[in-house]
């Protein structure tokens, strides 16, 4: 488990799941919450964690690439630290 949520090894599978997914619908606008959520997670994911360089690459890779995507590559990112923290704990 702990080798599945590895930093580089999730995020490498967000980015082969951005490329495949086509958001539809409207555009969704940022909301207070969506912000909190963002400076938060670049905070603990960005400056904090261990895996601080993948988040990066895959937050400005998916800005200048899919920015339209943006805010799923940030909530998957959260997950993964979420993911990560619950297969440390078995």
Do not use: N
């Amino acid at each position: 488990m702990k080798k599945l949520y590895e930093p580089r090894h999730y995020y490498q599978r967000v980015r082969t799941f951005l490329k495949s997914h086509c958001p539809t619908g409207p555009r969704r606008r940022v909301s207070r919450t969506d912000l909190v959520a963002f400076l938060k997670s670049s905070w603990v994911l960005g400056v904090w964690h261990r895996g601080r360089v993948g988040y990066w690459r895959l937050f400005w890779g998916t800005l200048i690439r899919r920015p339209r995507q943006l805010p799923h590559a940030i909530e998957l990112a959260i997950m993964g630290y979420h993911f990560r923290r619950v297969a440390g704990s078995l």
